[in-house]
Structure formats: structure tokens, C-alpha cells
């Protein structure tokens, strides 16, 4: 589904069937020249469409979509947290001993400065 969203104006550009690389392509072989004057795509972040707007409207900027970007930078928090953790552990840390203490002072300090997380 492509959609023209402009200044005064919001509409219905084009309808491809199926979510292939080709489909992309179709939606461009329609556009035409047209495509040279794009200013600005939004897309997500499907590998097919990452590539075909880079090819095709290489001068537009392109605008990823805010739940992939936030679902990718959490996926990859998590992945050096969880590294981190192992490495305490095979050092012998004793994350309850060593952290815990830190957590819940900080926790103590913001409740009696009455300060929340940011």
C-alpha cells in the first residue's frame, strides 16, 4: 500500500497483492519518473524494501518507522545485558551480594528526594 501524504493532501496512490521484492518494483515500474522527485519514503524495515528504495529512489530520504527501530535497539540492549550477566557470573560475581544493594539504594534516594525515574 503506498500512500501520497503531502501538505493539503492525503491519498491512495497504489495497491500491490503480495509482500515480495518484486511487488516494490511494480509499485516504481508505476511511478515512473516520478520517483526522481521524491523528497521523503517512510517504510519499515523489511530487507526487500530497504533495498529497492535505496535503487530506486536513492535521493529521497528515507524515514524507518519508530516500532522497528525501538523493537531492534531493545533486542539489542537486552542481547549485551544478557552477555554482561554472564560474564559477571563466570567472574563468581554475586549479582544478588554486589547489585542488588546498589539498586535498592538508588531506589531509597529517589524516594526520599522524592525524584522518580526519568
Do not use: Q
Not at 17 to 37: C, L, M, P, Q, Y
Not at 62 to 71: G, N, T
Request: aromatic fraction near 12%; include cysteine.
Amino acid at each position: 500500500v503506498v500512500y501520497e501524504i503531502s501538505a493539503g493532501c492525503k491519498r491512495l496512490l497504489w495497491v500491490g497483492k503480495d509482500r515480495k521484492e518484486s511487488t516494490i518494483n511494480a509499485f516504481f515500474d508505476f511511478f515512473g519518473d516520478h520517483a526522481k522527485n521524491l523528497e521523503f519514503i517512510c517504510s519499515d524495515m523489511w530487507k526487500p524494501y530497504l533495498k529497492v528504495i535505496a535503487l530506486r529512489a536513492s535521493s529521497a530520504i528515507h524515514v524507518l518507522d519508530r516500532f522497528h527501530i525501538m523493537s531492534m535497539l531493545s533486542k539489542a540492549i537486552e542481547k549485551v545485558r544478557a552477555e554482561e550477566v554472564k560474564k559477571l557470573e563466570a567472574d563468581s560475581f554475586d549479582l544478588d551480594r554486589e547489585f542488588l544493594p546498589w539498586a535498592f539504594a538508588i531506589g531509597r534516594r529517589r524516594k526520599r528526594n522524592n525524584t522518580g525515574p526519568s
